[in-house]
């Protein structure tokens, strides 16, 4: 949180390389900013490495350097020139990002110094709950600041401003709106996490870990799960398990209708295929129904993460050993380790030991080490951003709390912005997802009638998997016709409103599967990569009525990261 905080006045700086044409006072303002931008660095390191004394001594310094590009912004000669038609958009812009940057280095930065966040990490298995909500407490007050600043900035008409003025006054939103994701992440957790860590009773959630060897929709298939116990702040685990131990439902759960018409009854009968859909509380609500009817059991939740995430929790516990491998695992191995050396080495019921004992390793070194609260946060929060750690409360009160965060997994019927999403399910029965490469570049068209913008994307699949040598855990059923061939159905998602309007793999039509799932258009096409192949897919498609020239894409998490490209464009009123 902190080092977004300092990325925001870095690329408010940005604004004041087309300060040549406000004047002296401009270049006092760019001179003030850029020496803020280069002390928010210093105070992102001091910070990192726990120097609170010196992070103090930055901080002031900081500050006074806000403080004199907003004066600099702010005498009677900037606010006449502001009133100049045209130029006086883009000086009020300058004016605006100052007081901005100011705001925060004077509100929330010694916020963030004063709160020891050591109160948000689990110290010998257990989360002190008053320090927990003292921390949230002071962090929501952070929020007040970061929602005021974001309403501000959001009032800057942006069809008024030459190109690199708007630029960075888009820039800049994005920054706040990261920060302000954080910041209302924190006062959301100041309400939910006492009662769901057990302070007015027990809870229990199912832990499930997203195979990314075997892609779904949200990461991957749903594989070893274990039970989670909170009380009264301290956690434990409990018993654990496969799904593939609830096997086949013969009388297929409840599944909605529009992802029924998309994927049969197959979510509804396989726990593996619960997450085809990328509606995260869809496929958390059949799972723990699945796992009730299996066990008779019952939890209040499910939380599902991926071995990418494990190696970022890795990077701030440090290495764990997993007594049923004899394997050492680091940040380093995690993924390789658990997404293809484990299918080469080991037997299915070995496996299923392994990856049992590695949650247990792991969950043991996390609750029990005494961890720097920074590596862990910044792990945590990059696990968030990316989508690796999903969470769903079976109570409607909670989820309603927090279900438009990224940790909910919501797939939202109105996007702030146009949303194109690219979802992963694998097709072939078996783990070569590990091999697969991907890139997607969205870019911004035309405007079209009814206030519409086209867009168009491409998405390239590439498979790294060798033509031999294969196990045959890793081969699996072989769905494709040839077993190293690796069969991946990309749905693409259109914007909330919006259309697919034209689907052509490598150039040429092919076959595509069509429905609708919370007001987006869905398309789908199967691709098949032989060892060494690449394809690649173009969509054409329509917003719903939208003034923005911004879109943005939501992706399936894979073992391997995206390569992602955005190309935006002036608003429609411009």
């Not at 004077?106 to 003292?134: I, K, M, S, T």
């Not at 109570?395 to 939202?412: D, K, V």
Request: contains cysteine.
């Amino acid at each position: 949180m902190r080092r977004v905080l300092l990325t925001s006045l870095v690329v408010g700086s940005l604004v004041l390389s087309v300060a040549g044409w406000v004047g002296f006072r401009g270049w006092q303002a760019r001179a003030h900013l850029v020496n803020a931008a280069g002390l928010a660095g210093e105070l992102s390191s001091h910070l990192v490495r726990g120097d609170t004394a010196r992070a103090q001594r930055t901080l002031a310094a900081l500050q006074e350097q806000s403080d004199a590009a907003r004066r600099a912004t702010g005498d009677p000669g900037w606010g006449l020139a502001r009133q100049v038609p045209y130029a006086g958009a883009n000086l009020s812009a300058v004016r605006q990002i100052a007081v901005a940057i100011d705001d925060l280095a004077r509100q929330a930065f010694p916020a963030l110094l004063e709160v020891d966040l050591g109160g948000l990490v689990p110290r010998e298995g257990r989360l002190d709950v008053a320090e927990l909500r003292a921390v949230t407490t002071r962090l929501a007050e952070v929020d007040v600041t970061v929602r005021r600043t974001r309403s501000d900035l959001g009032a800057i008409r942006d069809d008024r401003l030459v190109g690199q003025v708007r630029e960075a006054v888009v820039r800049l939103r994005g920054e706040i709106d990261r920060l302000a994701e954080l910041t209302s992440a924190a006062d959301r957790a100041g309400r939910l996490l006492p009662p769901l860590l057990g302070v007015d009773g027990p809870r229990r959630y199912l832990l499930v870990s997203q195979n990314l060897a075997e892609l779904r929709a949200t990461g991957g298939m749903f594989g070893a799960y274990a039970l989670i116990e909170a009380n009264k702040g301290r956690l434990r685990m409990g018993d654990q398990g496969s799904s593939a131990s609830f096997g086949r439902f013969t009388e297929p759960l409840k599944v909605p209708a529009e992802v029924r018409s998309l994927w049969g009854e197959l979510p509804g009968i396989y726990p593996a295929d619960v997450n085809l859909t990328p509606h995260f509380p869809t496929a958390a609500a059949l799972y723990r129904d699945m796992y009730r009817r299996s066990t008779e059991d019952t939890v209040d939740g499910v939380l599902a993460v991926d071995p990418v995430a494990l190696s970022y929790l890795l990077q701030a516990t440090g290495p764990v050993r997993v007594p049923a491998g004899g394997v050492e695992l680091t940040a380093d191995n995690a993924v390789k380790t658990l997404l293809s050396d484990t299918y080469q080495r080991m037997e299915p019921a070995d496996q299923d030991a392994f990856f049992t004992a590695a949650a247990a390793a792991v969950f043991d070194a996390l609750f029990g080490r005494k961890i720097p609260a920074s590596g862990l946060l910044s792990a945590f929060d990059r696990s968030v951003m990316e989508r690796r750690i999903l969470f769903w409360s079976a109570r409607p009160e909670e989820q309603r709390t927090f279900g438009g965060s990224r940790m909910a997994g919501t797939l939202p019927e109105q996007d702030a912005v146009p949303t194109v999403g690219v979802f992963l399910n694998d097709g072939s029965g078996a783990k070569l997802g590990y091999y697969l490469r991907q890139s997607a570049a969205l870019v911004v068209g035309d405007c079209q009638a009814e206030g519409r913008r086209e867009l168009s994307l491409r998405v390239t699949l590439r498979s790294t998997a060798p033509a031999s040598g294969l196990s045959r855990s890793v081969l699996g059923l072989a769905m494709s016709g040839d077993p190293y061939t690796v069969r991946t159905l990309v749905s693409v998602y259109g914007p909330a409103g919006g259309a697919v309007l034209d689907t052509r793999l490598d150039g040429a039509e092919t076959p595509v599967a069509t429905g609708t799932e919370r007001r987006r258009q869905v398309a789908t096409v199967n691709v098949e990569l032989g060892p060494g192949g690449s394809k690649t897919l173009e969509v054409l498609l329509l917003t719903g009525k939208t003034d923005d020239g911004n879109a943005e894409l939501w992706l399936t998490p894979t073992a391997a990261p995206w390569t992602t490209q955005v190309v935006t464009a002036p608003s429609c009123s411009q």
